[in-house]
């Protein structure tokens, strides 16, 4: 069966707060300017929002741009931040809480708002709807379609009803070509057809090698005696410890509920280490437990977060299209915040398109004046000023570089004359089981800590069972031959929901992908340490379906 094909004038790849500002400003400039465009999102999620994931303190300043009357418009931001706390987690019982004025700046979160992001991405994308924008849930972009001249076509959405034999089943139906003058990839954090670009279009020769971090979460219904709303806390320290860092969360939003979470540095050089088992051991802290002491946990989700920062940032401009947001790596890690900067990244690149489709441009072309668009704008700034942050807690770790960052954030704001460079990738800190030993983590209470699969199950991950595995070795026998006896096979706890597993068996041990279990968190694609796994979409709808986060 051959593929239909629709024609745009702009496709938008993910509806996540990146993609629907690009789609949004778009639109508000075609209305502006009286010119017919055609604008489609499509989203892998089987809802906008299914898939969104973040802690999050939302900073309004994009927002207040792209629709300065969002509060008359009910935007889902009702809780102001109202205290800000920061936390050394110095051992399991006792804690040092820092004097606001040795907190960088850039972590003062009052005049920000506690929220869910995928609540607003759904109203995000009511808004790009009432503009006129198509968007299309459940579709996943599996493939980027380009021109004879080699420049983005387009992109081509996965086919349905595939088996796991790689057979049509009776339910087949072929994909759909989305052709445009020019695609915007908005695919998150390591977006698989944003790692097929990057490498096409060398977008990364000139920088420095992306850093991530896994970001873990929960939602709890708590004691409405113990609920505090507007309460920011952010920490960090125990349980990681040797070459282990990250930062816990914990905020308590509207409804009696709170969030907490905890992100860990993807450069981590212990294979035993598990960032889930951290994240469970750590909310036991007393910081920690007396917010959730008799609540319920209600929701358990996991994504990885792109934190290299400006020196790390790709090109983002191609032949035909662009990356922003976090496919990109706007992220601020300074702030721990990259809302507000992937959604200003979105709307530089829908004026960037505009000004060329309504000059009569055809598409195709490299959009050249982006970059300095970009460089012209308050994005760049925010980032410049930052740049230093995560090398120096990579150089120098959490106490001196949180010194190092005090100083260049309060003293200096972010515009020392130097740049810190971290060029070693993540996956390349990973060293030889042999060299440490095994971690011990406590078993779970069930009440305040727990295992994987019912976290999972929280999580409402779905995949159609009967398909081709969307994780892919490049080499089906590293795991057992390399990655086993060098590392222990660190698949098996970096994985933050027991997709892969070593089962012991008469005849020896057996590699096993739990695909039904992956959250989409991209870390196994990050993290391992030969780049034998490759995650690319499975079929449109599959994945978790977080209601709230």
Not at 125 to 138: N, Y
Not at 406 to 416: A, E, M, S, T
Request: aromatic share 10%; net charge negative.
């Amino acid at each position: 069966m051959e593929r239909e094909a629709m024609e745009f004038d702009v496709v938008i790849v993910g509806a996540g707060p990146a993609g629907l500002a690009t789609a949004c400003r778009l639109m508000q400039q075609a209305q502006a300017n009286m010119l017919d465009l055609t604008v489609c999102v499509v989203e892998k999620g089987s809802e906008v929002g299914a898939h969104i994931l973040s802690g999050a303190v939302i900073e309004t300043r994009a927002l207040d741009e792209l629709f300065p009357d969002w509060q008359s418009r009910n935007a889902p931001l009702n809780t102001p931040v109202t205290e800000d706390q920061l936390f050394l987690l110095k051992d399991a019982e006792t804690a040092q809480k820092l004097p606001n004025m040795l907190v960088p700046k850039t972590m003062h979160n009052m005049g920000n708002y506690i929220a869910s992001l995928g609540n607003f991405c759904r109203w995000l994308a009511e808004q790009a709807e009432s503009l006129g924008v198509e968007i299309f849930p459940g579709f996943a972009a599996s493939e980027v379609l380009f021109r004879e001249d080699g420049s983005v076509k387009g992109i081509a959405t996965g086919d349905m009803g595939i088996g796991a034999d790689g057979e049509p089943k009776d339910s087949y139906m072929p994909g759909m070509e989305l052709h445009a003058k020019y695609t915007v990839f908005s695919e998150g954090c390591r977006g698989h057809l944003g790692q097929q670009l990057n490498q096409k279009f060398n977008l990364s020769e000139e920088m420095d090698a992306q850093h991530y971090g896994l970001g873990m979460k929960e939602l709890w219904d708590i004691d409405p005696a113990l609920h505090q709303q507007g309460l920011v806390l952010h920490g960090t320290g125990w349980p990681l410890s040797g070459n282990a860092s990250g930062g816990f969360f914990l905020y308590h939003t509207d409804n009696c509920q709170v969030v907490v979470g905890l992100i860990v540095d993807l450069n981590y050089d212990n294979p035993y280490l598990s960032p889930f088992d951290e994240f469970q051991t750590m909310k036991q802290h007393p910081v920690l437990r007396q917010h959730l002491e008799g609540g319920t946990r209600v929701s358990y989700g996991a994504r990885a977060i792109t934190k290299g920062g400006l020196n790390a940032l790709p090109r983002m401009t191609f032949p035909g299209g662009l990356l922003v947001g976090c496919d990109a790596g706007t992220l601020n890690f300074s702030k721990i915040k990259g809302t507000h900067t992937a959604m200003k990244s979105g709307m530089l690149a829908a004026e960037e398109i505009f000004a060329a489709v309504s000059s009569g441009c055809v598409g195709g072309k490299e959009l050249g004046d982006y970059k300095a668009r970009f460089e012209a704008s308050w994005l760049y700034d925010e980032l410049y000023r930052s740049r230093n942050f995560g090398p120096a807690l990579h150089k120098f770790g959490t106490i001196m570089g949180g010194a190092f960052n005090f100083v260049d954030q309060n003293i200096f704001k972010g515009k020392l004359p130097f740049t810190l460079h971290d060029n070693k990738a993540d996956y390349a800190q990973l060293k030889q089981a042999k060299q440490f030993s095994m971690i011990s983590y406590p078993k779970p209470d069930g009440k305040i800590s727990f295992d994987k699969l019912s976290s999972v199950f929280l999580s409402n991950t779905n995949h159609e069972e009967d398909q081709p595995c969307h994780l892919q070795l490049v080499d089906a026998s590293i795991p057992l031959t390399t990655n086993l006896s060098m590392y222990a096979e660190p698949a098996q706890r970096f994985c933050p929901a027991g997709v892969y597993e070593i089962i012991e068996e008469e005849e020896g041990p057996r590699f096993q992908i739990n695909a039904q279990n992956c959250l989409h968190c991209k870390t196994c694609d990050i993290k391992d340490p030969a780049q034998n796994i490759h995650w690319v979409t499975p079929e449109g709808m599959g994945g978790p379906n977080y209601p709230n986060m």
